[in-house]
């Protein structure tokens, strides 16, 4: 690939651009209350995660998938069509006891498990728990670094199309009516929550300087006649730490990063949510993701880190403020709408560890008004929290590989579908509700009485995952039958379980979740693409985060009358370093570049013009790779790239 330098004759080129407006639909006809979130002197109390295909809404309490208007489903995918997911969260339950024989219970509650989270009631309020034990508390709930904190690496250079999209999201409004002021305000947050990253509370960060500990980067410069420039690539070529996520590569950032901390001090939220008093957990939450537009970027990850620090008032005369906590469960709650919610079935992957939804119909009416067929949605159990293992195993922890550990995987999943023999559970007691979400943390049904697992069909052993079918095949134990062991599409909710495993005082686990997403040429065929790209999660994840990025060639720029000079073949260190270094995970090679003509900064490579192949001179002119063919609607072996 000798003749690195290309010659653009400009020509004028008009893209329409058309614009969706945001739908929020209004779910009246469910039971779902308390939709608020504490008051606080901190800003904001929601923010959305929209670095790729997806749009996902948190609260800093750790309440998951659901908008700060209080209506309408909390996750959208594709961006600005229709909606995923209505509300998720994270729940958990364990038997709790005052020592560390685990034979003395605290005299409050009638269980000897206590169960928490956030489900429609949030049993978590936002902050820190400050200290530990006899003197743990729960941070000022009106204290200003109480909030969910945002950043994007490329805050500084976001197009003004990236801007106006991400203002209409955050705001809940159409892309149209985005103005100037709110654009200026997002980015303004970006700069704030960047300075101010609260490592000192937990939040990640990448250590790249070698010194131990924290060390803010300098301040961004792209002024080039303010003197020297400091810059995204200045970040990694000074090997500058930086707030956010990276794996075992500090050079392979996530491109956004949400994080908040929460507490479940609060009596009145925990009982409220299923008549348990609090166990004493702080639980630190983050989630990113990557601005691809592979599969990459149509999935996003969750990292909760669970301290067991105490604090809980016991209103007892000797009271022991910080518990063991035995047989301890976790699991992803999750009221998945996709679309419209009366249509809805679902399923789960063993082998994936992985529970999703997906449409019953064809057709989904709310899909259907953006000319898009049902998509899949899905959660990926990663990494269950840890337990001791034998020679050989080995648990991610802290994005780091743990030897002598072991990550649970998905141990079970339960549901339940409204109006149905398996309803919401409730009342919100411990005497009822509280004992039905015991039996479905640990895989059976939702049922007073002894535990029994979920009804199978004819031939089946019940087991810890019904619903375990493939549907694209139409084999195995399928949801949607109109039978007692496989209700009629409905409103379903997905439970996806982890455990058991115990904590101590002092204790920290861990539970990494990705949610994955599909779209394919029908409702079956998204299920094979979401699955598809899940296989780029595990990937990610096996790599510990290390995630593979093109060659970035240096290019100098010429403009000359009614053309364009590029040459990216001046610096041979460069091009040395970039063509011919193998691209991890996955080992792939340099094969050649494309040059594009698009219309503006922020537009899509498939909506340009390409001008030019160059391409290495070696046996390799058709490169294949597995993709979506819309066509059959099957992930297949096919060209890709032509040289």
């Known amino acids: 690939m000798k003749n690195k330098v290309l010659k653009i004759t400009l020509s004028v080129m008009v893209m329409l651009i058309l614009s969706a407006q945001l739908i929020y639909a209004s779910d009246i006809d469910k039971d779902k209350k308390q939709r608020g979130i504490q008051k606080s002197n901190g800003a904001p109390l929601f923010q959305i995660l929209n670095i790729n295909n997806i749009s996902a809404w948190y609260a800093a309490n750790g309440n998951g998938s659901f908008p700060p208007s209080k209506t309408g ?84 250079l976001m197009s003004e199309d990236d801007l106006k999209r991400d203002a209409a999201e955050s705001n809940e409004i159409s892309l149209n009516a985005a103005t100037p002021d709110q654009m200026s305000s997002i980015k303004s947050q970006y700069a704030k929550d960047w300075v101010e990253w609260p490592v000192e509370y937990g939040a990640p960060y990448i250590e790249r300087n070698g010194t131990s500990g924290y060390q803010k980067p300098p301040t961004f410069n792209y002024d080039a006649n303010a003197g020297a420039l400091f810059t995204l690539d200045s970040l990694i070529s000074g090997k500058y730490d930086e707030p956010g996520v990276a794996g075992a590569d500090p050079n392979a950032p996530a491109d ?54 105490g604090g809980v008032d016991t209103s007892e005369a000797t009271p022991n403020q910080t518990f063991w906590i035995d047989s301890m469960y976790v699991a992803q709650w999750s009221d998945p709408d996709l679309g419209n919610a009366g249509d809805d079935i679902e ?103 002894p ?73 079956l065929s998204s299920i094979s693409v979401m699955k598809f790209n899940d296989q780029f999660v595990q990937n990610t994840f096996n790599a510990l985060f290390v995630v593979p990025t093109a060659p970035s060639p240096s290019v100098r720029v010429a403009e000359l009358s009614k053309s364009v000079m590029l040459d990216w073949g001046w610096d041979p260190n460069v091009v040395n370093k970039s063509e011919y270094q193998a691209v991890n995970p996955g080992g792939f090679t340099f094969e050649g570049y494309n040059v594009y003509q698009i219309a503006t900064s922020g537009a ?37 790239q032509f040289g």
């Open 347 to 449: 399923g789960c992957d063993t082998t994936l560890s992985m529970g999703f939804i997906y449409n019953s119909a064809a057709i989904d009416q709310e899909y259907r008004s953006f000319n898009l067929p049902p998509p899949a949605a899905g959660y990926d159990f990663l990494a269950g929290p840890s337990v001791n293992g034998v020679s050989g195993d080995s648990a991610v922890i802290n994005f780091k590989r743990v030897y002598g550990k072991k990550n649970l995987p998905m141990t079970g999943l339960s549901y339940f579908s409204a109006g149905s023999a398996f309803a919401d559970p409730r009342p919100r007691n411990e005497a009822i509700g509280a004992n039905r979400w015991w039996k479905m943390l640990r895989g059976f049904a939702p049922l007073d009485g």
């Open 73 to 156: 489903d909390g996750l959208v995918y594709p961006r600005l069509t229709g909606s995923a997911i209505y509300e998720d969260g994270l729940m958990w339950g364990g038997k709790v006891f005052k020592d560390a024989a685990k034979t003395v219970g605290p005299s409050k509650g009638s269980n000897a498990y206590r169960i928490g989270g956030n489900e429609y009631n949030q049993g978590n309020q936002s902050g820190r728990i400050i200290g530990s034990g006899a003197t743990g508390k729960a941070a000022d709930a009106n204290a200003a670094d109480v909030r969910i904190y945002r950043i994007r690496r490329d805050w500084l």
């Open 256 to 309: 956004q990063v949400l994080w908040t901390v929460y507490n479940d001090l609060n009596s009145t939220l925990t009982t409220a949510l299923y008549g348990s008093r609090p166990l004493g957990l702080e639980t630190q939450m983050t989630m990113w993701g990557y601005k691809r537009s592979d599969a990459l970027g149509n999935l996003f990850f969750k990292r909760f880190r669970i301290i067991n620090k």
């Open 604 to 640: 899509n490579i498939s909506d340009g013009k390409r001008l030019k192949t160059f391409d290495v001179v070696n046996g390799s002119s058709v490169l294949l790779d597995l993709t979506f063919d819309i066509a059959s609607g099957l992930i297949i072996s096919k060209p890709v």
């Open 451 to 523: 535990d029994v697992r979920y009804p199978a069909p004819p031939g089946y052993t019940a087991n810890a995952f019904p619903l375990s079918g493939d549907p694209v095949a139409g084999t195995g134990f399928l949801d949607g039958l109109g039978q007692p062991y496989s209700f009629s599409a409905g409103d379903r909710r997905l439970i996806i379980c982890s455990g058991p495993f115990s904590m101590a005082p002092g204790d920290t686990q861990e539970v990494v979740i990705a949610n994955v997403v599909g779209l394919g040429a029908d409702r």
